[in-house]
């Protein structure tokens, strides 16, 4: 394991990360984080996103058929809304629970991810 770099590139992706109401591309992080840092490279957001995933402190979001969004760990677990016309993913806080109930026997629930699909309320 590679020891933890705390770099201001780092620590500006870390907290531009915690700030975040929504789940993040690689990309928009970057556009962000150059206004504090205007010569930080895509290769470094990338770099430190992947170390930081692999720390533990930021979660993947994938949503189907887009590119993965980025989100750090310390929201309470929640899902997301992606907007069919915007295509803006946002957090829906709350869980329906009790998924388990959904399964075939014998199987044995460890994780889940739900995503909805609709129009947000800034394109109605």
């Known amino acids: 394991m590679s020891q933890r770099r705390n ?12 700030q975040s109401t929504s789940p993040i591309l690689p990309k928009d992080l970057h ?14 957001v990338f770099r430190a996103l992947k170390d930081l995933v692999a720390e ?3 979660r993947v979001v994938e949503i189907p058929g ?12 929640h ?3 992606k907007c069919n016309k915007c295509e803006v993913v946002f957090c829906i806080e709350g869980c329906p629970g009790n ?7 014998g199987f044995e629930l460890s ?6 699909f609709g129009t947000c309320a800034g394109c109605s």
């Open 7 to 18: 770099t201001p590139q780092r620590k500006t992706i870390e907290a531009l990360l915690e």
């Open 56 to 58: 533990g402190g930021v």
């Open 79 to 81: 899902h997301h809304f």
């Open 31 to 44: 556009l962000q984080a150059q206004q504090t840092l205007p010569n930080l490279g895509i290769a470094t």
């Open 111 to 116: 994780n889940h991810d739900i995503t909805l």
């Open 66 to 77: 887009d590119s993965p969004r980025y989100e750090s760990i310390k929201r309470n677990h």
């Open 99 to 105: 998924l388990e109930t959904m399964l075939n026997p």
